[in-house]
Every structure is written in structure tokens, then in C-alpha cells.
Nanobody
Framework: QVQLVESGGGLVQAGGSLRLSCVAS????????MGWYRQAPGKEREFVAAIRWSGGSVYYTEYAASVKGRFTISRDDAKNTVYLQMNSLKPEDTAIYYC??????WGQGTQVTVSS
């Protein structure tokens, strides 16, 4: 069974940046659809970004409207790792961020706190 381990969360001031990482086990990482979701206190988990395999070495990305232009999802298949670069952070980005594989497998989450 594939396991996902996130890291990179922390406390940052508004306007700052963080980069989250998610390392996946498994031998066919390059074919995984990978995504990031987040859950703020008292709210439901919501989609943030995804990078989906469309065959060969071609991928496409998707973003939630609230993060488009500020966040960038990327992957390094040689390292079985997906990243979420978060720039221009806002207090409303405060949440636990979860890595996801193929819409099924979840990591344990990493806390991101943005102070105003």
C-alpha cells in the first residue's frame, strides 16, 4: 500500500512563502495523480491543487480559484515527491495541508499557519 509523508509546514507571516513536500512510496509514482487539499478549523476539507498524469511524461495541473497565481504544484518523479510552493500567503490559507494520491490515499497532514 502506498504511503504518503508530508513535510514543510510551519508558521509564516502574511505575504511569506512556504514549500510543502510529499514523499510517496511505490514503484510507479510517475503515473500517480497527486494532489494537495487543506482543512481549516471548523471547515470541510477542500481541494487546493493537483498534478495529473495524462500519459508518457505529460502532466497537467489544476488549482482552486483561491490559490491560483500564488501556489504552484510540481513533482520530481526521480524522488517520488510532489511539492506545493506557496507564495503571498494569507491568514485564510491557515489549515492542515494533506497530500493525496489518486483521490484515495491520504498523508497525515502538515500544519500551515499564516499570521497577520
Amino acid at each position: 500500500q502506498v504511503q504518503l509523508v508530508e513535510s514543510g509546514g510551519g508558521l509564516v507571516q502574511a505575504g511569506g512563502s512556504l514549500r510543502l513536500s510529499c514523499v510517496a512510496s511505490g514503484r510507479t509514482f510517475s503515473r500517480y495523480d497527486m494532489g494537495w487539499y487543506r482543512q481549516a478549523p471548523g471547515k470541510e476539507r477542500e481541494f487546493v491543487a493537483a498534478i495529473r498524469w495524462s500519459g508518457g511524461s505529460v502532466y497537467y495541473t489544476e488549482y482552486a480559484a483561491s490559490v491560483k497565481g500564488r501556489f504552484t504544484i510540481s513533482r520530481d518523479d526521480a524522488k517520488n515527491t510532489v511539492y506545493l510552493q506557496m507564495n503571498s500567503l494569507k491568514p485564510e490559507d491557515t489549515a492542515i495541508y494533506y497530500c493525496n494520491k489518486d483521490g484515495v490515499t491520504w498523508g497525515q497532514g502538515t500544519q500551515v499557519t499564516v499570521s497577520s
